[in-house]
Every structure is written in structure tokens, then in C-alpha cells.
T-cell receptor, first 114, second 115 residues
């Protein structure tokens, strides 16, 4: 079945440590790819997106993500995590030629230790 | 800045009540969406609208209906609320673009409890 998978439900990292959140998708053609962040009590905010071209994309708040076609992955990274990064992160895809409907992963909750 | 507002942050309703959730966006966006968010399930699309008076079912439309009489406003209606509709409801909007892919801007959400 076509899906978006975020294997890690909850991750805890120390402040200043690096971060990688995983996202895999299972669609035949490469979909459009997004990462959204939801801070406590807030709506979702777009961090970055990939449509085509350079497979390493830069986003807001110091985040980046790398598209790997061979692995059907779009992992989110940050070299040094700040306490304010504690939030829930959602990977989302828009399958090719399906009218722009976003399909979300289950989400990964990030906790940051001081 | 794009702003998407939702009429209530928290709402408590009784089983069988008719519930209206209102969403307003101020950026003249063509597309509007209603999602529900449940732990471990991410966000799931209930309904969306590409234009005034136009609506299309998402992945989980059962038990819900929508109304879009004006471009800036998109309402979600629970005809007869049930306890399994207790959830966080998020509204979003986006500009219509090539292949329908545009950044979606989200409201803060309405946490609905049905008792």
C-alpha cells in the first residue's frame, strides 16, 4: 500500500547534539516531499520541501533534508539541536498527479535534554 | 503573513449534538482543507475545497460535512457528534498552483471533546 512512514515515534537528543529524523515513502513515482513542524499548542509550519533538482534542500531554523531516490527516503537533519526545537515533526508527501493532497506520516516527537 | 484562524481552541460537546468548526483565512487562498490529528496516526484529510461552493471528500469523510459559501471561510460540520470524533481538528489553506502543490498554512487547531 502507498504510505509515508516515520519509524521513530519519539526521539530524545541532548542540546547541541546532531539530529536525524527518518522518513520513508512507498509511491511508484517520486512524490513531492515536505517536512512540517508542530510546536506545542501550535499549528503546523513548513520547514522545507523538495520538488526536483538538488537532492539536499535547506529549510528554515537551520534544518536540511536529503532526498535519496534509491532508498525512497527524505530524512531531516540538523547539526546542532536547540531546546526550542522540541516539537513534533511530520513528513508529508504529495503523490505525483493526485491533485495536491498531502499524505502525512505518523509524526516523530522530539525531546531535547539540557 | 498568512493567517489561518479557527473559531475555538477548545470545545466540549455532548454526543448527538451538531457541531460547527469554523476556519477563516486572510490571504485569498483558493484551497482550504480540514484534517483531524490523532496520536500515532498523524494528520488525516477529512474534506477539502478548491473553490467557493466546491468540496471534495478526503480520506475519512464519514460523519462530517463541510460548507464553503465564501472564499475565506471553510466550515466543518459534525451532524451528530460521537465520542470517536474526539480529536484535534486542523484547518489549512493554500494557493492553487501548478499540479496543485503549494505550501499549506495551518491554523492552531481546535481540540474537540465529545462526551
Amino acid at each position: 500500500a502507498q504510505s509515508v512512514t516515520q519509524p521513530d515515534i519519539h526521539i530524545t537528543v541532548s542540546e547541541g547534539a546532531s539530529l536525524e529524523l527518518r522518513c520513508n515513502y512507498s509511491y511508484g513515482a517520486t512524490p513531492y516531499l515536505f517536512w512540517y513542524v508542530q510546536s506545542p499548542g501550535q499549528g503546523l509550519q513548513l520547514l522545507l520541501k523538495y520538488f526536483s533538482g538538488d537532492t539536499l534542500v535547506q529549510g528554515i531554523k537551520g534544518f536540511e533534508a536529503e532526498f535519496k531516490r534509491s532508498q525512497s527516503s527524505f530524512n531531516l537533519r540538523k547539526p546542532s539541536v536547540h531546546w526550542s526545537d522540541a516539537a513534533e515533526y511530520f513528513c508529508a508527501v504529495v503523490p505525483y498527479n493526485q491533485g495536491g493532497k498531502l499524505i502525512f506520516g505518523q509524526g516523530t516527537e522530539l525531546s531535547v535534554k539540557p | 503573513d498568512v493567517k489561518v484562524t479557527q473559531s475555538s481552541r477548545y470545545l466540549v460537546k455532548r454526543t448527538g449534538e451538531k457541531v460547527f468548526l469554523e476556519c477563516v483565512q486572510d490571504m485569498d487562498h483558493e484551497n482550504m482543507f480540514w484534517y483531524r490529528q490523532d496520536p500515532g496516526l498523524g494528520l488525516r484529510l477529512i474534506y477539502f475545497s478548491y473553490d467557493v461552493k466546491m468540496k471534495e471528500k478526503g480520506d475519512i469523510p464519514e460523519g462530517y460535512s463541510v460548507s464553503r459559501e465564501k472564499k475565506e471561510r471553510f466550515s466543518l460540520i459534525l451532524e451528530s457528534a460521537s465520542t470517536n470524533q474526539t480529536s484535534m481538528y486542523l484547518c489549512a489553506s493554500s494557493r492553487r498552483g501548478l499540479a496543485g502543490v503549494r505550501e499549506q498554512y495551518f491554523g492552531p487547531g481546535t481540540r474537540l471533546t465529545v462526551t
